[in-house]
């Protein structure tokens, strides 16, 4: 299986080469006029079957970096990080101030959060191409200040089972660039950077159709060494434009990164702004997987040789999201 | 196996039956002092290798209920609904006010919420027993205004992952009641119920180390039925304060209900306020889970005669919770 | 100074009514075509001059409702009741958690709540006529995703102080219905009702130029002895879509009451929703102020005999709002 | 009227000087045991009478800085800046998707904030001096997890109305410091400072009982022009904790600066956390202003030498809060 030629990204010219990849790539009335589901349609019930059969030692890791306040948001485009607060405390509890009977006591909290603030799924909703949504629907009928109408998270609430193959890109080309398993800010992932890691890796790293890939660049270990500086919206390794017939044709499920952005930042186009998004998401209805944490998870590949895992990442069901949080859970 | 004796439940004894149950079912130091996992020490690897042993077909159900503003909460004890709203939309898009380039266009979006406004896992931060908390930890070194500094749900991150066991309680005793397959509000359910549920189910509803059970009232399809009314805090079916020794003897990892509050309302005390929560969470440090959705699962186990299966059930990574979303997912 | 004929309502043509009163009604253009102010424009300096000539005595009087979560809003179009948070308290304090030095203790606090939650000012762009905002601007150039971008409230930064008059067209009409000091719910306030109350009140009731003007309905008093039932949306006495006339010839600078809606409710047409709003705020550029609290300033107003005073009612200056809190003080 | 005498600052003797300080300052019974208003008390209706006759001219200055993304704050200790997000949109109504009916369209909105994100009222429970707070309380019976039970902002709803007095110290000493109409940062403002800058300003900056001092520093103009920086809790000219004794001297009402925390940063004594709060706020009871913007109403002080106005600063009425948002109106 191979994807359609691209020409060497010309950085001047963004439009031409989105409107290309868009008619190249557009996987719309693939599954039906009313589909919501996008690539998730690749994984069927023999896939899910496979996934469990990968569980071998029953070893769970959780990919979810933490929600709180010591995140990597700034505020920007109104994106704070998680602001958690108590609703009652252990010390109100243990002032007696209550008023519960029997020596009861109770804590209980809230909390504020941008849903991409930290680990997430992007929705089919977050992203347009040219004024449309997923399946070529019109933005304006899919998400409205009323949510997504059409394509919210909660279409996904069973769905997000496959098996999971992790490609530590920055571990295999890390090495050869001389910045240990950490890829360098602004390094942009090829077709030929995940193949080369493919088979580095061996047959357990094959990727195929229902498969969840996660791509693991290293850029999360940096930012818990040196501080978050650019973490969020700043410069990263991540995937290229030019990967987009690489996730295409590979027909996986959904695709999820260790960074902010999932594509290399800057951006391969002038003025540009996440120009694989606009492929992806409302063209392919990939799902996008941003801000995972796949440091532990490597450690045990490394250490063990097997590639891929069960993967569980089920977002939660904030009715009309166009992003939504999750735990994701690998077990080997 | 069998349960520690209880004596009848006295409407006006509270305290004392309280007392006596704490002191029978705690496991304070069976995990050592450090310990911040409670009953999840009882899944293992091999308890989660049989898990993924059940995936049979491949088959996924999510028991979650919907984060929005139709749901049940209704503003008690400054609990709401979740309220999703929007930082940019796919009509700002359309009427290309979002000033960013080549035809890209946006959507995100925000929650606040408390979080245990709908499906979700109680940290063993959430109840206290006279100022204690799980472990014999005092309460006021555990949950402060910050948060639970000790066992917050990023303890659990990776942990919810067991062989998972429905009891459909409401279907098993409702053809006796005369009330289909839901059980009547009030109606408390013993240790009797459960084993007689076990029973008529079969050998795959048996509950042992490790495993999390699920139990269906029926209370959240009423409400689907005829609305929340009580639903948050008010009467519905649940467990019984006498099933404490059921609930610790089956060494159990985790329980959850279809239910608002897990034990029957109103509790079986004169003024009380949820008495087995003051068992189950700080003594036992047993995780519930509450206001899941077990209906579909339900249907597919009474076809299929199966009523066990693979469980991911992991929570949102808010540092320091007490409580916190989750998007369950069975596996069959 | 008379308001243009209208023609008695016909319940079956709100249409045509709001067409007809939005032509007579509209202010556009008269302060400029980059005006934001509106009705505030009566407002000048001698006006304000005369407004601190009412103080007498050095009475104050707050008009505001509580911000709680105690509060009317009942979750209907995403508006619930203020949630307000601790992130530090005096029990962190007194438990001497707080990691301070020289015994300094702190609490500090968060809110979440809609901007109407309670006692506020609508904005300008709070409401729009056949997709035109104040001034005949298209709604989509005032007010997306990221708020009011021309009229928001900050525009109205210094511009909230006059002479207020209040009008307790529930006293002076009660009384002859038979219902106290309170209108019953339905009662539709026209202009005559407004001109017989300013004559019962006598000469300090007088309304002029650039005046606020405060209408009591008597609706709070009752939710207060009675719980809130439908006082957020549901049936109240409030003004007539016959007013708009009234408001417009009168050249008021504002106009706030003690409902939720300002208008009479159920609306006075069939299948409507706030058709005087329609005239009022995106047609005539009138500010609405909504849930406040009248009657401690009412009683005050029938003991002493004078209805006018000094009004301060600067709102929250949240960039961008179409609506805001504000803590009204009324000094006489 | 001289404010007793306070020994030189010993860096090394925080703990010796507040002591003595909260001594020699504590106005604890001096309104009765029940108080909740502290130095409001000094505000009578002939100082409201007085204020009122100070309006001149009609012409009014809100004081209030934004409540948006763009404000100081950072994160630290869970204060972000406001988030505001729209429930509707003109963008909506534009593209008919609302559902209302005759061509009525609207906007709605909800913010998120901490209630010290911007310009506001410490409330008295704000701050505890070695486990009590104002009035002798202890900390645990005034604030927990509920809110502040005792003298939540609710407590003020109608008494932030007095004459105000602008001094301009940043004016008054920037230029002999070379700093222009700003003090560098560090810059302690004493006793002698106050003094000399009522000195300089003339008759109409006298500082007497019940008023409303407004100090400032010119960090806020600096801010403006240089960005943000450490505006939030960093480097800053304020109060100099000697000041506690002239403060509690004049007997003013509440005092406010335009700076982030009202005293000088970093504070004058080693290894502290602002000491002046706490002898201001639990021991004397003095309500203190941040994040106002003194900079427009300087400037008119200036061209016309009255430094004493009409000042109404009633804050937003949050139940509970122990801090408020105001828009504080001056009227001259």
Redesign the interface.
């Known amino acids: 299986m191979s994807a359609p030629h691209l020409a060497p990204l010309d950085r001047t010219a ?2 031409a080469a ?1 409107e290309s990849a868009a008619a190249a790539y557009r996987n719309w009335g693939r599954w039906g006029d009313d589909d919501v589901l996008g690539t998730l349609n690749f994984v ?6 496979q ?3 990968l ?8 990919l ?7 995140g990597p948001q700034n ?1 920007w ?19 007696g ?1 209550q008023g ?17 603030a ?2 997430q799924w992007d929705g089919l ?7 449309l ?1 997923w399946n070529g629907r ?8 009323e ?2 109408l059409v394509t919210g998270i ?1 279409t996904t ?5 496959s098996r999971g193959v992790l490609l530590d890109v920055g571990a295999v080309l890390g090495a050869g660039l001389g910045t240990g398993d950490e890829l360098p800010d602004g390094f942009a992932i090829t077709p030929e950077h995940l193949d080369l890691t493919i088979e580095a890796q061996g047959a357990t790293a094959d990727v195929g159709r229902g498969d969840i890939v996660l791509v693991r660049t290293g850029r999360l270990a940096r930012a818990r060494r040196e501080g978050w500086n650019g973490y969020a919206g700043g410069p990263s390794a991540g995937l290229s434009f030019t990967s987009a017939g690489w996730l295409h044709s590979r027909e996986i499920a959904a695709i999820a990164t260790d960074t902010w952005g999932f594509e290399v930042r800057p951006n391969e ?1 002038d ?5 694989l ?2 492929i992806a998401i409302p063209n392919m209805g990939l799902f996008v997987g941003e801000l995972w944490d796949l440091d532990e998870l490597a450690r045990d590949c490394h250490a063990d040789g097997r590639w891929d895992f ?1 993967l ?1 990442a ?10 939504a ?5 690998a ?1 080997k």
């Open positions: 963004a439009v989105i069927d019930d023999a896939k899910r079957l996934a469990a059969g569980v071998r030692r029953g070893a769970t890791f959780s979810s970096q933490a929600f709180d306040s010591h505020g485009r109104r994106r704070t990080n998680p602001v958690h607060t108590m609703l009652d405390t252990g010390v109100d509890a243990a002032l101030s519960f009977p029997h020596g009861i006591g109770g804590a209980d909290d809230v909390v504020f959060m941008p849903l991409q930290s680990t909703g977050h992203i347009f191409d040219r004024g949504a019109r933005a304006q009928d899919v998400v409205t200040s949510g997504d909660e609430r069973d769905r997000f089972v186009f003025d540009a702004f996440q120009p998004h606009q069960f569980a089920a977002p939660i069901q904030v009715t009309g999201a166009v992003g949080p999750v735990n994701p859970l077990v």
